[in-house]
Nanobody, 127 residues
C-alpha cells in the first residue's frame, strides 16, 4: 500500500491550494481516508475524513467551512481543497488510512489508529 501526498506550496493568506493523495498497491476504494497535518512543535492533527463512497465527510473545527475533501476512486485519488488559508494552516499535510472499514470512525482524528501514511507535503501560508 502506498499513499503519496502532493500539491503543497507557498501561498499568501486568503489563498487556496488543492492537495492530492494518490494511492496504489491495493484497492483503497473500500476504505476511508483521512488528512492530517503537523506543524513544528505540535502534535499531528486530524483535518478531515472521507468515507469510501465519498458520501460522508468530517472536518476539524479549525478548518470547517474552509476546506473540502473529496475523492475520485476511478483515479485512486483523494483531494483536499483548502480555501481562505491562514498562517496557522502552515504544516506538513499527510494522508492516511488504516484499511479497517469504509466509514469514518468516531475517533477518525486519532493518529495512532492509522497504519499507512503518505510522505507528507508542506503547506506554508505567509505573506
Amino acid at each position: 500500500v502506498q499513499l503519496q501526498a502532493s500539491g503543497g506550496g507557498l501561498v499568501q493568506p486568503g489563498g487556496s491550494l488543492r492537495l492530492s493523495c494518490a494511492y496504489s498497491g491495493f484497492t483503497l476504494d473500500y476504505y476511508a481516508i483521512v488528512w492530517f497535518r503537523q506543524a513544528p512543535g505540535k502534535e499531528r492533527e486530524g483535518v478531515s475524513c472521507i468515507s469510501s463512497s465519498g458520501g460522508t465527510t468530517y472536518y476539524s473545527d479549525s478548518v470547517k467551512g474552509r476546506f473540502a475533501i473529496s475523492r475520485d476512486n476511478a483515479k485512486n485519488t483523494v483531494y483536499l481543497q483548502m480555501n481562505s488559508l491562514k498562517p496557522e494552516d502552515t504544516a506538513v499535510y499527510y494522508c492516511a488510512t488504516n484499511m479497517a472499514g469504509g466509514y469514518c470512525h468516531s475517533t477518525w482524528s486519532d493518529a495512532p489508529r492509522y497504519t499507512y501514511w503518505g510522505q507528507g507535503t508542506q503547506v506554508t501560508v505567509s505573506s
